[in-house]
């Protein structure tokens, strides 16, 4: 009886077939070719079936928010850290991990943000070309934290140091007439009231 390969040898054998997978797909409105899920499955698809080689999702953790559009909309933003399970014919496995994030005005974003993390551990996994910029071409600087930036920072570190309520010390600036805190250009004041709260008991 032949004995059947491990899921390390069944894996490498579908890297050996996808050398591959182009940039198929067109976004119009950003005017660029991209390589989405259902390209990257096609391709992958095939050899995965053909060397007995299944792959099992598991969610590990899902977080969103939603957000205005400049147009008036509302959109969801989702961000998933996904494991998969990766099986052999022999039935012997080892798992990865990898994350997607995604946007969509409906109730789509989280299975698009599950779509984006699924085609990143295909194309990682299997070391497929992605004829994608280097991440180290680019280069920026943060952009320099103001005064009032790091008092208010300062003020939210001394709270939760001393455990009080950040929105106590809100309403406490704003009563004493500094106005709102997270708008407040008025360093004296933030720090002044950070010294307050620092000498209390």
């Known amino acids: 009886m032949t004995e059947k390969p491990t899921v390390h040898e069944a894996f490498a054998a579908v890297m050996a077939e996808v050398l591959g997978i182009s940039k198929s797909e067109r976004n119009t409105q950003q005017n660029f070719n991209f390589r989405g899920i259902d390209a990257t499955m096609n391709t992958v698809g095939p050899a995965l ?20 559009t400049k147009a008036g909309g509302q959109m969801r933003n989702a961000t998933v850290h996904m494991r998969y ?18 946007a969509d005005a409906g109730d789509k974003a989280v299975s698009k943000a599950q779509s984006v993390a699924y085609r990143t551990f295909l194309l990682q ?11 180290d071409a680019d280069t920026h600087e943060r952009a320099a934290k103001s005064p009032a930036d790091e008092a208010r ?11 009080i309520d950040p929105a106590e010390a809100v309403e406490t ?21 950070t010294e307050f709260y620092r000498g209390q008991s």
């Open 49 to 68: 079936r053909e060397h007995g080689v299944v792959i099992i999702p598991e969610a590990l953790s899902i977080e969103s928010e939603r957000y205005p």
């Open 173 to 193: 600036f704003r009563n004493d007439g500094n106005g709102e805190l997270r708008d407040s250009t008025d360093v004296d004041a933030i720090r002044k009231m």
């Open 125 to 135: 996994g299997l070391t497929v070309p992605t004829q994608e910029p280097d991440p």
């Open 85 to 102: 399970t990766v099986f052999g014919p022999a039935g012997d496995s080892f798992a990865g991990s990898t994350y997607g994030e995604a």
């Open 153 to 163: 920072e300062a003020l939210l570190a001394t709270l939760k140091f001393k455990g």
